[in-house]
């Protein structure tokens, strides 16, 4: 990995804790989430007029990703309404490579090196610390599981994403389509789920989304582009830093509650990340 594009995974992964912090300042979370797809379902389709149309190869992946990304905003949303930014944050990044890695335990038939072992149990380790500081504080138990939801379907699209690019060879329309059709899925589901009241917020509100929506859009599209010029598992890896800052975001600009057990969670959590993804 060149320093160029570790920079850019770095500033990547600042700037996703920075677009979650902005979801869980909002008043209404799913609001918050909305916006910010609708937001770039036209930041996409602005992008997509001008470019040649996928091969009929790059569609399964796409729509796979638009399903998965659909579920991932519902339950992180709905983790939010429940928990801080500083435990909510790790516990849903930080989960995602561990089922990864136990999933290819049990039915990939991929090596695991004793290294990724190690891994599995710290990130393990991590998350088990990190939920039962939640319960211990007296915080919403329903945070856990949504938090989780959010971390399977984390799993599930950085797979599909980082393949996809590959096959798309364009990670800039690639990116572009999927935002169209996060939207197209995410917008119904969350209508549905919490009626037209969803939609009405202050202009002030719409504004906000506009600038997280393009800190979601530069995050995600630098590491798309990041995984075609490096490993994916190094990359990932390097992306998880983002659970430091989130932490630190939580800690210092909003007043989470910080403690020697949710501290030294996040920091099993990053370890155990590194060590399966390097």
Same mark, same amino acid.
């Given at each position: 990995?060149?320093?160029?594009?570790?920079?850019?995974?770095?500033?990547?992964?600042?700037?996703?804790?920075?677009?979650?912090?902005?979801?869980?300042?909002?008043?209404?979370?799913?609001?918050?989430?909305?916006?910010?797809?609708?937001?770039?379902?036209?930041?996409?389709?602005?992008?997509?007029?001008?470019?040649?149309?996928?091969?009929?190869?790059?569609?399964?992946?796409?729509?796979?990703?638009?399903?998965?990304?659909?579920?991932?905003?519902?339950?992180?949303?709905?983790?939010?309404?429940?928990?801080?930014?500083?435990?909510?944050?790790?516990?849903?990044?930080?989960?995602?490579?561990?089922?990864?890695?136990?999933? /290819?335990?049990?039915?990939?038939?991929? #090596?695991?090196?004793?290294?990724?072992?190690?891994?599995?149990?710290?990130?393990?380790?991590?998350?088990?610390?990190? =939920?039962?500081?939640?319960?211990?504080?007296?915080?919403?138990?329903?945070?856990? #599981?949504?938090?989780?939801?959010?971390?399977?379907?984390? =799993?599930?699209?950085?797979?599909?994403?980082?393949?996809?690019?590959?096959?798309?060879?364009?990670?800039?329309?690639?990116?572009?389509?999927?935002?169209?059709?996060?939207?197209?899925?995410?917008? #119904?589901?969350?209508?549905?789920?919490?009626?037209?009241?969803?939609?009405?917020?202050?202009?002030?509100?719409?504004?906000?989304? %506009?600038?997280?929506?393009?800190? %979601?859009?530069? =995050?995600?599209?630098?590491?798309?582009?990041?995984?075609?010029?490096? #490993?994916?598992?190094?990359?990932?890896?390097?992306?998880?830093? /983002?659970?430091?800052?989130?932490?630190?975001?939580?800690?210092?600009?909003?007043?989470?509650?910080?403690?020697?057990?949710?501290?030294?969670?996040?920091?099993?959590?990053?370890?155990?990340?590194?060590?399966?993804?390097?």
């Amino acid at each position: 990995m060149t320093l160029t594009v570790f920079l850019a995974v770095i500033c990547a992964a600042f700037l996703h804790a920075a677009w979650n912090a902005g979801v869980k300042t909002g008043a209404r979370k799913q609001t918050a989430m909305l916006i910010l797809t609708v937001w770039q379902g036209f930041v996409g389709l602005a992008i997509v007029i001008w470019r040649p149309l996928p091969g009929a190869e790059v569609w399964p992946w796409l729509l796979a990703s638009g399903v998965v990304h659909m579920f991932y905003q519902l339950f992180l949303a709905y983790a939010y309404e429940q928990g801080d930014l500083s435990r909510v944050y790790p516990l849903a990044r930080g989960a995602a490579p561990m089922m990864v890695m136990v999933f /290819s335990l049990f039915i990939l038939p991929d #090596p695991v090196s004793p290294m990724e072992y190690a891994g599995v149990a710290v990130l393990g380790a991590g998350i088990m610390l990190m =939920a039962w500081g939640a319960l211990a504080s007296g915080e919403s138990r329903r945070l856990i #599981p949504f938090a989780l939801g959010s971390a399977t379907a984390t =799993a599930a699209y950085t797979v599909i994403d980082g393949l996809g690019a590959r096959v798309a060879a364009d990670p800039l329309t690639y990116v572009s389509w999927l935002l169209l059709m996060s939207a197209v899925f995410y917008v #119904p589901v969350a209508l549905c789920l919490k009626g037209r009241e969803i939609i009405v917020a202050p202009r002030a509100d719409w504004l906000k989304g %506009s600038v997280i929506g393009l800190m %979601s859009l530069v =995050a995600y599209g630098i590491v798309l582009w990041a995984m075609t010029q490096a #490993p994916i598992a190094l990359v990932a890896a390097l992306r998880e830093t /983002s659970i430091l800052f989130a932490m630190l975001l939580g800690w210092l600009v909003f007043g989470d509650r910080m403690d020697g057990v949710k501290a030294s969670a996040g920091a099993l959590i990053v370890a155990g990340v590194v060590l399966t993804r390097l």
